[in-house]
C-alpha cells in the first residue's frame, strides 16, 4: 500500500504577532497537516516561529524547512531544537540541510566553506542531535548531491529532495528547475543507498509552482520568461510544477508518489491558498 500523503506549507514572510497566528489558523483551516519554518536571513526566525505556530493551532506538525547547518553551533542547535520540542508538545520534526547561499553567510560573517565541509558540518550536526538527551525528534535531510543522499540514507526519517539546483556561479542562491529525468536518477540513487533500512524513509518534494487553472501559459508566463529554454510543455512537465485544472493537479500528485515515492509535499506560503482544493481533492489518499 502506498504510504498516505502529508502536505506541508513553507511560511517565508515575516509578521506581526497577531499576523502569524491568523496564518498559521488559516493554514490548519485550509488542512495542511504540517507548518513549516525555513533558515534564510530576512525570513522568519525559524524556533520562535514555532513556538508562536504551536500555541495558534491545535493539530499541525511544526517544522524547520531547512535548517541551515553552517549557521548553528550543533550543541548549542540540539539546546533549540530540544526545547522547542517541548515548548510545541511534541509536534516538532527538524529539516537540516548544508546551505546554499553564499551572501547570506557573509553577511553574517560565518564561513561558507567548500560543499565537502558543508556536509561534514551537517553530519556532525546530525550526529549531536541523535545523541542528544530526551525524545527523538523526526529528522529530514535535504540535499541532492551523492554524500548528502548517503547521509539521508543512514539518518533521515524524512528524505527531501528540492527538484532543483543551485546555478553554477551564483551566490545569492538562485535555483534552477532539475528535470524529471534527473529526479529519477537522485531518487533511484537514494533508494539504493538505502536499501538495507529496516524502515522506509518518508519521502519530500518542495514544491515551486501552484496554480489550479485551464490557462496554465498564463500562469507560467513568469517562469517562461526566466527561462526563454523552456517550453510550455518542458515547464509542464518539471516534477515542481503543479499546473492545471484541478483533476490534473490532483492527477500530477497522486504520479509524483507513484513515480518517486513522495508522499509528504511541500508548497511555499504564495501558493498556500491555490493548493487548497488539491487537498480537498486528495482527501481519500490522506
Not at 487553472?213 to 517562461?224: E, V
Request: aromatic share 6%; proline share 7%.
Amino acid at each position: 500500500m502506498p504510504r498516505p500523503f502529508r502536505f506541508g506549507v513553507s511560511l517565508l514572510t515575516p509578521a506581526s504577532a497577531a499576523e502569524w497566528r491568523t496564518k498559521c489558523r488559516r493554514a490548519e483551516e485550509l488542512g495542511y497537516d504540517v507548518l513549516l519554518v525555513p533558515d534564510h536571513l530576512g525570513m522568519p526566525a525559524p524556533f520562535p516561529a514555532l513556538v508562536a505556530a504551536a500555541g495558534a493551532t491545535e493539530r499541525l506538525g511544526l517544522g524547520t524547512f531547512v535548517l541551515n547547518a553552517g549557521f548553528w553551533n550543533p550543541v548549542l542547535l540540539a539546546r533549540e531544537v530540544a526545547t522547542t520540542a517541548a515548548l510545541t508538545g511534541g509536534r516538532l520534526e527538524v529539516g537540516l540541510g548544508t546551505g546554499y547561499v553564499q551572501a547570506e553567510h557573509e553577511r553574517a560573517g560565518l564561513p561558507f566553506g567548500s560543499p565537502r565541509e558543508r556536509v561534514d558540518q551537517l553530519r556532525s550536526t546530525v550526529e549531536e542531535l541523535l545523541k542528544a538527551d530526551g525524545p527523538r525528534v523526526p529528522l529530514l535531510i535535504g540535499g541532492n548531491g551523492d554524500r548528502m543522499l548517503r547521509l539521508a540514507a543512514e539518518h533521515a526519517d524524512i528524505a527531501a529532495f528540492a527538484g532543483a539546483r543551485l546555478t553554477p556561479g551564483s551566490t545569492e542562491g538562485r535555483l534552477e528547475p532539475v528535470t524529471a529525468r534527473d529526479l529519477d536518477e537522485q531518487v533511484s540513487r537514494y533508494a539504493e543507498l538505502a536499501s538495507g533500512r529496516g524502515e522506509p524513509a518518508e519521502r519530500n518534494l518542495l514544491i515551486q509552482i501552484v496554480a489550479v487553472t485551464d490557462d496554465p501559459r498564463s500562469a507560467l508566463g513568469p517562469l517562461l520568461e526566466r527561462r526563454p529554454e523552456l517550453s510550455l510543455a518542458r515547464a509542464l512537465a518539471l516534477p515542481t510544477v503543479l499546473v492545471g485544472t484541478l483533476e490534473e493537479v490532483t492527477g500530477r500528485v497522486r504520479g509524483l508518489r507513484e513515480r518517486y515515492g513522495f508522499s509528504y509535499l511541500t508548497v511555499l506560503e504564495p501558493y498556500m491558498e491555490a493548493f487548497a482544493p488539491v487537498l480537498a481533492g486528495l482527501a481519500g489518499d490522506r
